[in-house]
T-cell receptor, first 113, second 110 residues
Framework: EDQVTQSPEALRLQEGESSSLNCSYTVSGLRGLFWYRQDPGKGPEFLFT???AGEEKEKERLKATLTKKESFLHITAPKPEDSATYLC??????????????FGAGTQVVVTP | DAGITQSPRHKVTETGTPVTLRCHQTENHRYMYWYRQDPGHGLRLIHYSYGVKDTDKGEVSDGYSVSRSKTEDFLLTLESATSSQTSVYFCATGQHQPQHFGDGTRLSIL
């Protein structure tokens, strides 16, 4: 059975204190891995797509990396505006032309001044 | 902003009544999706559409139906609402994956 697990569930950081979020997955075949950011009362906002092990993507203070079993979202020198819930999702490789996304439960990040 | 509008934003209704949620997009994206989000479960796909009148089931489709008669509109119907369908519902659009989400409809079924 395909599974996506995010850890930790919650993370409290001081402003400037770098940290990493983990997304581990067990799927029959990976087409892509996605990261989203979600603010309270809002829909998820797309951040990155990673397709193969070793790939990295960066956006401002965020950097996503991918291995064959997990992905990390590194937050470098976070600011209070980085506070949000970060979701990862995997797109499973299937015989269909379209692979459905399976989401993890998310990591809630709070950055205090 | 991908121009996704969900309506209503909040709704309270009673068990057994039909409910329809609407998603409207202005970006002409081919794919549209309906998800529900519940604590501890993450986002789960209900139904999706890959074109006008082309729809398919997701992982939690029981009790839900959808229709897409125009590119810009995707409707989700709860045929006879149950308390287990109390949730936050999100519509999304994209080319092959959900990249743009609406701000959700909070639905409470009493």
């Amino acid at each position: 059975e395909d599974q996506v697990t995010q850890s930790p569930e919650a993370l409290r950081l001081q402003e400037g204190e770098s940290s990493s979020l983990n997304c581990s997955y067990t799927v029959s075949g990976l087409r892509g891995l996605f990261w989203y950011r979600q603010d309270p009362g809002k829909g998820p906002e797309f951040l990155f797509t990673l397709y193969s092990a070793g790939e990295e993507k960066e956006k401002e203070r965020l950097k996503a990396t991918l291995t064959k079993k997990e992905s990390f979202l590194h937050i470098t020198a976070p600011k209070p505006e980085d506070s949000a819930t970060y979701l990862c999702a995997v797109q499973v490789l299937t015989t269909d032309s379209w692979g459905k996304l399976q989401f993890g439960a998310g990591t809630q990040v709070v950055v205090t001044p | 902003d991908a121009g996704i509008t969900q309506s209503p934003r909040h709704k309270v209704t009673e068990t057994g009544t039909p409910v329809t949620l609407r998603c409207h997009q202005t970006e002409n994206h081919r794919y549209m999706y309906w998800y529900r989000q519940d604590p501890g479960h993450g986002l789960r796909l209900i139904h999706y559409s890959y074109g006008v009148k082309d729809t398919d089931k997701g992982e939690v489709s029981d009790g839900y139906s959808v229709s897409r008669s125009k590119t810009e509109d995707f409707l989700l119907t709860l045929e006879s609402a149950t308390s287990s369908q109390t949730s936050v519902y999100f519509c999304a659009t994209g080319q092959h994956q959900p990249q743009h989400f609406g701000d959700g409809t909070r639905l409470s079924i009493l």
